[in-house]
């Protein structure tokens, strides 16, 4: 079974900071992708970035950064100069990629204001 | 590149009524997955077809949910009845496959918000 869990409900940024959002994951797959989506009230599940389980080195993606602690089983991601369009939700996702499925189970997600 | 489309956007029904859902996948994605949103909760996953076929429907409730994607490119997920419980967004995803790695990431559409009365 796989567990994504994400502990912050709500956070704010302040325009330009950076900011962390937690996701830490539970599964006996040996092998396993990570995923972030951004979801604004618009209600559409958009990609923002992945890590595979293999990787060598944490994912980036423009203003988007992956901190990928295979050890703890955390995968935070990472969203440099913060911009008032970032306000949305964000899910961690994972799947396993050899006998667990290709479903993708997410967390609860977390609010991300971003203010002037 | 067109990206995944759902249809339609909103959708309030009476209880005991039926309702469907349709999605077309991103070209050449062989893959698509329906999943269900309730208020604030991630999505969980109904159902996935690999071009026709379903593959995995475990989650999907057969006594009043059916889906079907003719030809192997667009779906429809219908519930005949609906009810209230049934109220959430339907999310639609497709992906070019499922062997792993950055190629297996699933785009979704924009969703049907359900509103059951």
């Known amino acids: 079974a796989q567990k994504i869990t994400q502990t912050q409900p709500g956070m704010f940024v302040q325009e330009k900071e950076a900011v962390t959002l937690d996701c830490t994951y539970d599964t006996s797959d040996p092998s396993y992708g990570l995923f972030w989506y951004k979801q604004p009230s618009s209600g559409e599940m958009i990609f923002l970035i992945y890590q595979g389980s293999y990787d060598q080195q944490n994912a980036t993606e423009g203003r988007y950064s992956l901190n990928f602690q295979k050890a703890r089983k955390s995968a935070n991601l990472v969203i440099s100069a913060s911009q008032l369009g970032d306000s949305a939700m964000y899910f961690c996702?994972?799947?396993?990629?050899?006998?667990?499925?290709?479903?993708?189970?997410f967390g609860k997600g977390t609010s991300l204001l971003v203010t002037p | 590149e067109a990206g995944v489309v759902q249809s339609p956007r909103y959708k309030i029904i009476e209880k005991k009524q039926p309702v469907a859902f349709w999605c077309n996948p991103i070209s050449g994605h062989n893959t698509l997955y329906w999943y269900l949103q309730n208020l604030g909760q991630g999505p969980e996953l109904l159902i996935r077809?690999?071009?026709?076929?379903?593959?995995?429907d475990s989650q999907l409730p057969k006594d009043r949910f059916s889906a079907e994607r003719l030809k192997g490119v667009d779906s429809t997920l219908k519930i005949q009845p609906a009810e209230l419980g049934d109220s959430a967004v339907y999310l639609c995803?497709?992906?070019?496959?499922?062997?792993?790695?950055?190629?297996?990431?699933?785009?979704f559409g924009p969703g049907t918000r359900l509103t059951v009365l």
């Open positions: 996702a994972m799947r396993g990629l050899s006998n667990s499925g290709y479903a993708l189970n």
């Open positions: 077809y690999e071009n026709e076929e379903a593959v995995d």
């Open positions: 995803a497709s992906s070019s496959g499922t062997s792993g790695g950055a190629g297996s990431t699933q785009y």
